[in-house]
């Protein structure tokens, strides 16, 4: 069984991890999308053309479900890959409902992209679980370049996360959604920065589990895999490997994605 995996950048590997702890005979393919990051300001129509290269290349490379690591892809995009792609399409958004159950102060932060904040899947969202909670979001700038450079704890990444969390906290935000793959990363950074009081969702392993519900499902029959994991980038190879290395806690020498996808 081959899984196929895309984010903007290296953001998906906190998706990715939760994947290879839940399933780890799968064979794993993961695509950092580095030459387009961030997806976060481009238009929907770009990140929807971005996100069908990418499915192509990892069906091509024998991909039998794709997960899509990124929120701001999965609300620009999963419909069309869904329509456009015969195969389970698993896509990810800001853990509203479990934020809404785990909030004792009725007030709720949202650190996401600008193009996941405003897209129309998130607003549904909000209709659907949030009704009678406060929910504030802030839009993080910025915030996946740093993680981008692996500057998970250095002086800009947390004057960048005090400014966006500040006026989530000054309102009485207890509950921190994290509502973009990169930001786990980040976690304990903004843990420090927010007090250990404050309570940090993410959907990394949700995602996992729903892959898993829905292989077992959908694809019975596949022969498991094996275990292996494979990456491979928009940009340069040598320069991916070292942040991805960083992040996944083990070497990785990623691969350059053939011209046509890129
Ligand atoms: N990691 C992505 C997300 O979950 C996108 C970040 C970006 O490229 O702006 O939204």
Known sequence: MTIGVFDSGVGGLSVLRHIRMMLPDVRLIYVAD???????????????????????????????????????????????????????????????????????????????????????????????????????????????????????????????????????????ADTLILGCTHYPFLAPLIRDVAGSHIELIDTGEAVARQLQRRLLAELPDTQPGDGTAHFFTSKDAQAASLILSKLWGSPIEARKLPMEFA
């Open 34 to 172: 580095s030459a387009h990051v961030p997806y976060g300001d481009k238009t929907a129509h770009y990140i929807e053309q971005r996100s069908i290269a990418l499915t192509r290349f990892l069906v091509k490379q024998g991909a039998k479900a794709i997960v899509v690591a990124c929120n701001t892809a999965t609300a620009a995009a999963a419909q069309t890959l869904r329509r456009e792609f015969n195969l389970p399409v698993i896509g990810m958004e800001p853990a509203v409902k479990p934020a809404v159950s785990a909030t004792k102060s009725g007030v709720v932060g949202v650190l996401a992209t600008t193009g996941t904040l405003k897209s129309a899947r998130f607003s549904a969202l909000l209709e659907r679980h949030a009704k009678d909670i406060e929910i504030i979001t802030h839009g993080c700038p910025g915030l996946v370049e740093q993680v981008e450079l692996g500057d998970l704890e250095g002086q800009k990444t947390r004057q960048l996360i005090e400014r966006y969390t500040e006026p989530l906290l000054l309102q009485g």
